[in-house]
């Protein structure tokens, strides 16, 4: 018996098809259960962004990967008890989450969010010096237009022993580009640059979330 050899404009039709169906179904999650450390959902995750990342986003309370990160680490260690904390651009999975953890107090803010505490521009913080014990600042500073500004306004308004919890996108490999390049790559964000810059110690890097002291 002789077999046909399919043509290869059809078998890479067929091959595309078939990964298309696959990332169809990856839309709704992976056929294995997630755990959210944020509301306790357990199920399927849902893909979010773009380019589009599979098992991503919980459909519980919206949380991404940075949010779950973030309650991993409260969990191992007392990140929010008895702090008085600042939390710019709020992430609605994560207040609820926060204030559960017996905060001290809890303010949010943004610039342009109506639904937040105070009204603030990062670059210009219109708050005394050493008023927060902790800081919150997940994926802004990338959006900003001078974010070593942003990071000294920061450093100004924590206490002494204050801490601020830092998160911007990584693209590993890349070393420069554009006015925020120095939050561009795990170099980026180095002892020497940031003691250059607004007067921070590098504490921890945790993937692409950083603690700085």
């Not at 018996?1 to 990332?23: D, G, H, N």
């Not at 014990?133 to 990338?142: A, G, I, R, S």
């Not at 959006?143 to 693209?171: F, Q, Y």
Request: glycine share 8%; with cysteine.
């Amino acid at each position: 018996m002789q077999y046909t050899k399919v043509p290869k404009p059809i078998r890479a039709t067929a091959r595309a098809l078939k990964y298309a169906r696959k990332s169809g179904l990856r839309l709704f999650g992976a056929q294995y259960p997630r755990h959210c450390t944020i509301c306790g959902h357990s199920g399927r995750f849902f893909s979010y962004g773009y380019p589009l990342a599979a098992d991503t986003i919980c459909p519980g309370c919206l949380s991404l990967e940075r949010h779950r990160a973030l309650a991993i680490c409260a969990g191992q260690e007392p990140l929010f008890e008895g702090k008085e904390l600042l939390h710019f651009a709020p992430e609605p999975s994560l207040t609820p989450f926060i204030r559960s953890k017996g905060v001290k107090s809890y303010k949010t803010c943004d610039l342009f969010k109506p639904d937040v505490d105070l009204r603030i521009d990062i670059c210009n913080i219109d708050l005394p010096d050493q008023s927060f014990d902790l800081v919150l600042c997940l994926h802004v500073l990338e959006h900003v237009p001078d974010d070593r500004k942003a990071m000294s306004e920061l450093r100004r308004i924590l206490r002494p022993a204050g801490m601020a919890i830092i998160m911007v996108p990584l693209e590993e490999g890349r070393l420069e580009g554009g006015s925020n390049s120095g939050w561009e790559t795990v170099e980026g964000v180095s002892e020497e640059a940031s003691a250059d810059t607004a007067g921070w110690r590098n504490l921890r890097l945790r993937q692409e979330m950083t603690l700085f002291l």
